[in-house]
């Protein structure tokens, strides 16, 4: 895996650390997963879900999403507008690997936690 990475264009940047950087961020997963789960939404219906994520942040997340083809936007000339969000085909590939990051996260979660407070006694 290591050698793909040396024969990659230096002038490109990295594949891995770009997606890595993108999906890092504490919502995109949380977005990209409830997309996934409850197939279109609307702003306010994806704000609630989510839960403690603030408006600005969610506009934010999701038009990262877009610019990268994780997430399409539809609007609606309708009075009032109306906006849905949806994974692409994209995002749709994604979130197996995102499930299965999740699924680790919530297997492991207690011996990570143990390892933490084994780390901190230590000091």
């Known amino acids: 895996m290591i050698e793909d990475y040396k024969k990659f264009d230096k002038s ?12 890092g961020d504490k919502w995109v997963v949380l977005v ?3 997309l996934g789960e409850k197939g279109t939404m609307r702003f ?8 403690d994520i603030s408006q600005k942040m ?6 990262k999403l877009q610019e990268d083809g994780l997430v399409s936007r539809k609007m609606y000339q309708e009075i009032p507008p109306r906006v849905e969000y949806t994974l692409t085909a ?3 590939s ?4 995102i499930t299965g990051l ?3 996260a919530v297997a492991n979660m207690s011996g990570i936690q143990q390892s933490r407070q ?3 006694s230590a000091k």
């Open 12 to 23: 490109i940047p990295c594949p891995v650390r770009t997606l890595m950087d993108r999906i």
């Open 32 to 34: 990209i997963s409830t």
């Open 44 to 51: 306010n219906q994806l704000h609630e879900m989510i839960g």
């Open 58 to 63: 969610l506009t934010v997340t999701l038009k």
């Open 90 to 92: 994209m995002g749709e």
């Open 94 to 97: 994604l979130l197996p690997h």
């Open 102 to 104: 999740e699924q680790w």
């Open 118 to 120: 084994q780390y901190l």
